[in-house]
């Protein structure tokens, strides 16, 4: 278990979770979690394919729990509409959290 698609899996995992950390805003997150769900894929078709059944069945949850976070953050109606409205407030709150951190 240390071909080349595990290591694009496992490149991939880092690149997703850097995305997620790097905190850049929804659409980045939900992009995130896409890439996450593609190397839970690979990882589950590694797993599969190398007897690694305790890797396949991780990643089968995580796989999961990933396309509900690219619902959540990219597809879901409601959290569309509530980011709409959040957005234009969002930059002047950002403004005020750094002066008051500036001012402490």
């Not at 240390?2 to 950390?21: Q, R, S």
């Not at 890439?35 to 305790?54: E, Q």
């Not at 396309?67 to 709150?93: D, F, H, T």
């Amino acid at each position: 278990m240390n071909g080349p698609l595990e290591w694009i899996a496992a490149i991939g995992t880092m690149l997703a979770a850097g995305l997620i950390a790097a905190d850049m805003g929804r659409k980045a997150t939900g992009w995130g979690f896409v890439l996450f769900c593609v190397v839970s894929l690979t990882w589950i078709v590694s797993g599969l394919t190398t007897d690694a059944m305790p890797i396949a069945a991780m990643n089968a949850v995580l796989l999961l729990i990933n396309a509900w976070g690219v619902w959540q953050y990219l597809i879901s109606p409601k959290n569309k509409k509530v980011m709409e409205r959040v957005e234009p407030v969002k930059e002047e709150i950002e403004h005020e959290v750094e002066r008051e951190e500036k001012g402490a």
